[in-house]
């Protein structure tokens, strides 16, 4: 496990250059500011005790053995305790692109950050020695990263392999706490997240039932069917999921209520106003308040 004077710990910072990112972070307290969406899938390893994190409007403590699994729709924020507290964990950014093509027909690698058809799936708990494992498979890819490309023939793919199997590590994991059997239906499950990552990139344009059966070749019933199977809800439901947590963020952000309906997917400020209060408990306008 990693200690405070690790020496690949670097101040947070939130701006993503790459479509890969992998820190070592020991930062007193708190180290980012408000909840937050991001455009890659996130990994964070947390190693130390007395943490917290919300995700969408539930809290959790979080001690150390704790893995964190967001993908690009998890309005979520973490944090210490106490103000100053020690706060050391592994933060893994990835575009799910950068890695899909290394899944095999039997194997996901983002099945983790896609088939939650339970509560919390997004948390994982970890045995000591399950951390351990882990943090010398990062430190291992920390290690390649900071090679001089000339240093290190076939870096790129080198990296891209040494991700393939962090995540096969983690999916392995994810699949022991859940008592997950191997997938009767592989390419079914593949195709919803194949429409997941649709939506994740498409909420704010008109979408629909139709318009995702005829898009992706399925009927509608067999779409819902499978969709709530890996999801645990409809597609319109997902939909509605998607568009609300991105207008917390942005409201929470400071942006204006009818800019935030039309920038998610909505067609109407009644609509948008209705929708939110009924799924928040509040007007967008009383959250936006609240939350400042």
């Not at 959790?60 to 020690?86: R, S, V």
């Not at 195709?191 to 995702?212: K, P």
């Amino acid at each position: 496990m990693a200690p405070s004077g690790h020496p690949h710990a670097w101040q947070y910072h939130e701006k993503l250059e790459n479509v890969f990112s992998l820190e070592y972070k020991d930062t007193p307290g708190t180290s980012n500011q408000g909840f937050h969406i991001h455009d890659q899938y996130e990994i964070l390893l947390c190693l130390s005790d007395q943490m917290f994190c919300r995700v969408d409007k539930d809290r959790y403590d979080i001690g150390p053995d704790t893995l964190m699994l967001f993908n690009n729709m998890d309005l979520h924020f973490f944090g210490t305790k106490q103000t100053g507290a020690e706060n050391r964990r592994y933060v893994l950014y990835f575009e799910p692109a950068y890695i899909a093509y290394l899944s095999s027909g039997r194997v996901n690698l983002l099945d983790c950050f896609l088939y939650r058809p339970f509560p919390d799936s997004w948390l994982l708990p970890l045995t000591r020695e399950q951390t351990a494992g882990l943090c010398g498979q990062m430190d291992a890819l920390l290690m390649l990263k900071d090679k001089p490309e000339e240093e290190c023939y076939g870096k790129e793919l080198r990296m891209q392999l040494l991700l393939a199997e962090i995540l096969l590590n983690v999916n392995a994991m994810y699949r022991s706490c859940h008592q997950l059997t191997n997938h009767a239906d592989t390419k079914s499950h593949d195709r919803v997240y194949d429409i997941i990552t649709y939506i994740h990139s498409n909420y704010s344009e008109d979408l629909s039932l139709d318009l995702l059966a005829q898009r992706f070749f399925i009927n509608k019933f067999s779409l819902c069917e499978l969709f709530r199977e890996v999801v645990g809800t409809t597609p319109n439901q997902y939909i509605i999921h998607c568009r609300i947590s991105k207008a917390k963020e942005l409201l929470m952000h400071g942006h204006g209520v009818e800019s935030v309906c039309a920038k998610v997917g909505f067609n109407n400020l009644s609509h948008f106003s209705r929708t939110f209060k009924n799924k928040v408990g509040a007007s967008p306008k009383q959250y936006q308040k609240s939350m400042h």
